[in-house]
C-alpha cells in the first residue's frame, strides 16, 4: 500500500545534526499528523494539520519543527535531539479532523539519537 | 488515572480460541472509539470502529459500555495471523486528539 509514504525508513543520527523527515499523502487527505511511538509506551500525538494550518501542537519540544507546504506533504525538521527522542516517527493522515475520521498511517521513520 | 488503559499482555492463546481484550478510559466526554491493529515493526492499520449498539465483523466484535467507560473487543476462532499489537484509540467530542492505549499483545500460537 503506499497511501501514506515517508522517508527515510530509517535513519541515524547524532545530538548536533540536523535532518528531516518526510511524509507524503496520495489519499487526497486534508488533516495531517506526526506522532512519536517510543517502546512500551502508547503513541503519543505531536501535531496536526488541517489544510496545512497547524491546529495542535502537543507541547512538543522546539527541537521538532514541523513543516506543511500543502495539504499532500509533512515534514518534520529535528535539530539537536537527545538520546530519549529516538523512536518509530509515524505520519498519518485523514479526510478531516472530526471526531469520526479514520487515520491513515505510514510506515513509520526508526529515528536512532546517539 | 491514565486517559486510556489498556492491559499490555502478551495474551497467549492457542488457534481456534476465542480472546477478548477491553480498553478503559477516563473521559466521560469521549465520543468516538476505535480498535486499530499493529504488526510487528509495522504501523497501526485500523480494525474497527466502535459503536454505541456494538459492531462485528466477521470473528470480530466490538462493544462499548458507557456506563463503566470501557470498550471490548472479541476475536473468535483465533488465527495465527491474528498476533499483533491491539490498539484503543478514543477521541473527545470538540477535540480532534486522538488518544492511544499502549496496546494489548496477541500471540496465537499452534
Known amino acids: 500500500e503506499t497511501g501514506v509514504t515517508q522517508t527515510p525508513r530509517h535513519l541515524v543520527m547524532g545530538m548536533t545534526n540536523k535532518k528531516s523527515l518526510k511524509c507524503e499523502q496520495h489519499?487526497?487527505?486534508?488533516?495531517m499528523y506526526w506522532y512519536k511511538q517510543s517502546a512500551k509506551k502508547p503513541l503519543e500525538l505531536m501535531f496536526v494539520?488541517?489544510?496545512?494550518?497547524?491546529?495542535e501542537n502537543n507541547s512538543v519540544p522546539s527541537r521538532f519543527s514541523p513543516e506543511c507546504p500543502n495539504s499532500s506533504h509533512l515534514f518534520l525538521h529535528l535539530h539537536t535531539l537527545q538520546p530519549e527522542d529516538s523512536a518509530l516517527y509515524l505520519c498519518?493522515?485523514?479526510?478531516?479532523?472530526?471526531?469520526?475520521?479514520?487515520?491513515?498511517f505510514g510506515p513509520g521513520t526508526r529515528l536512532l539519537v546517539l | 488515572r491514565k486517559e486510556v488503559e489498556q492491559d499490555p499482555g502478551p495474551f497467549n492463546v492457542p488457534e481456534g480460541a476465542t480472546v477478548a481484550f477491553n480498553c478503559t478510559y477516563s473521559?466521560?466526554?469521549?465520543?468516538?472509539f476505535f480498535w486499530y491493529r499493529q504488526d510487528c515493526r509495522k504501523e497501526p492499520k485500523l480494525l474497527m470502529s466502535?459503536?454505541?449498539s456494538g459492531n462485528e465483523d466477521g470473528r470480530f466484535t466490538a462493544q462499548l459500555n458507557r456506563a463503566s467507560q470501557y470498550i471490548s473487543l472479541l476475536i473468535r476462532d483465533s488465527k495465527l495471523s491474528d498476533s499483533a499489537t491491539y490498539l484503543c484509540?478514543?477521541?473527545?467530542?470538540?477535540?480532534?486528539?486522538?488518544?492511544f492505549g499502549r496496546g494489548t499483545s496477541l500471540i496465537v500460537h499452534p
Open positions: 498519518a493522515s485523514s479526510p478531516g479532523t472530526s471526531v469520526q475520521e479514520t487515520q491513515y
Open positions: 489519499l487526497g487527505h486534508n488533516a
Open positions: 494539520y488541517n489544510f496545512k494550518e497547524q491546529t
Open positions: 473521559n466521560s466526554a469521549s465520543q468516538s
Open positions: 466502535v459503536y454505541s
Open positions: 484509540v478514543v477521541m473527545t467530542g470538540g477535540s480532534y486528539i486522538p488518544t
